[in-house]
């Protein structure tokens, strides 16, 4: 813990934050190393936590009258606002970017659903400049590495096996911007796949696959650490004792993503994950367009869907599409409905997937990392950012 003393000090401090240089924040209390701390002060300069302080400073340039929490890290996410991360032109990205801003998502993946490689090639290339200028942490392929048994709402016709050739051309088109992949580990050299793609710096999470348990310690072993989405579009708990979820649940070294929405994980089952789980639990939002808005007709690549009271389908078959979830939303439940603290939830929203895609300056706050600030209200239920970022 970083400790200043308040006086002549202080005095530099403002005149360095006139400068444009620093930026000082009073909190009426902040989740700071795995507790929550009452009357804490920062000191934010060039973007980045300078110095974090107990008890409380004359003139801060903003006050939290609420509790300070770290911006939520978002590793699954396709879309929002009415468009997605994949469209053609740059408005329309950040378009997308921006409603998952507004509910206090402050980093993101670029996921993208299963495509032809050439489709799939334009849109990386597409977000590459949104990459390198920090608007993603990488982008995340969902596919088309997938099992055609546990399709969910990718295109069966465009999934297929991995095989390595293509993965270094997907990987030499990103130039380092692939962070995920998601692939079923069943499929013909998926297990070579994992040993490349991990070998390369890509995390790899296991997802839309009906694996046996065998197989998905295989996975775990050759490097997978992700599982995609738990327990939608892959075994549940009813398809037996020996499948992919309970290789999942038994690994203390896993990271397992979960759409805490109420509708793609009842609750009963959100708490026997959360009793069971021996590794991490990221919250996501695995986000389609609709995100942000109201019921109404949209499309995961070329397939029809239709939200209604705040729930995607697909028209042809009914499956689920995604979600129209937000981060500040999936906290709060963590937080009322799961009775999560809101240290606990803060650890599932933004430190765990922070930890689990390797982006070690986020997802807590602590000197040094950067001033990804919001404040939140839990008597209101609102989530605003803090700072400037």
Not at 38 to 61: F, M, Y
Not at 157 to 169: A, D, N, W
Not at 224 to 229: C, G, P, V, Y
Not at 322 to 334: E, H, I, K, R, V
Request: proline share 3%; with cysteine.
């Amino acid at each position: 813990m970083a400790m200043v003393q308040v006086g002549s000090h202080l005095d530099s401090l403002h005149e360095t934050v006139r400068a444009g240089e620093l930026m000082i924040i009073q909190a009426h209390s902040a989740v700071i190393g795995g507790s929550l701390r009452a009357n804490v002060w920062l000191e934010i300069a060039a973007g980045r936590i300078a110095s974090i302080n107990d008890g409380t400073v004359e003139n801060p340039d903003q006050i939290a009258t609420g509790t300070l929490i770290p911006g939520f890290v978002d590793m699954h996410c396709h879309g929002g606002g009415g468009k997605y991360f994949s469209a053609q032109t740059p408005g329309e990205i950040a378009q997308a970017i921006s409603i998952h801003r507004i509910h206090g998502t402050t980093t993101s993946l670029a996921s993208l659903v299963s495509e032809p490689i050439q489709d799939l090639k334009a849109q990386i290339q597409r977000l590459l400049p949104f990459v390198n200028n920090g608007d993603f942490a990488g982008i995340h392929l969902e596919g088309p590495y997938l099992s055609s048994a546990r399709a969910g709402a990718h295109d069966p016709k465009l999934l297929r096996p991995p095989k390595i050739s293509e993965l270094q051309e997907l990987l030499d088109i990103a130039s380092g911007a692939i962070r995920m992949l998601t692939l079923a580990p069943e499929l013909d050299g998926a297990i070579e796949a994992i040993k490349f793609l991990t070998a390369n710096g890509v995390v790899v999470a296991i997802g839309h696959s009906n694996a046996d348990y065998e197989t998905g310690v295989r996975a775990i072993d050759a490097g997978a650490s992700i599982i995609t989405h738990l327990h939608n579009a892959m075994p549940k708990f009813a398809d037996g004792e020996k499948t992919l979820l309970h290789a999942a649940l038994g690994d203390s070294g896993l990271t397992l993503e979960l759409i805490l929405d109420g509708r793609h994980v009842n609750h009963q089952t959100v708490t026997r994950i959360f009793n069971e789980a021996k590794g991490s639990i990221a919250l996501i939002t695995d986000a389609m367009s609709g995100a942000g808005l109201g019921d109404g007709s949209y499309s995961i690549g070329a397939l029809a869907v239709t939200v209604k009271d705040g729930v995607a389908h697909l028209d042809s078959d009914n499956s689920l599409a995604g979600s129209t979830l937000t981060m500040d939303t999936a906290f709060f439940n963590a937080h009322l409905e799961h009775e999560k603290t809101v240290v606990e939830a803060v650890r599932l929203t933004s430190t765990n997937p922070a930890e689990a895609l390797g982006l070690n300056d986020r997802g807590a706050i602590a000197v040094g990392n950067l001033a990804h600030l919001l404040e939140v209200n839990i008597e209101r239920r609102t989530i605003s950012q803090i700072g400037n970022f």
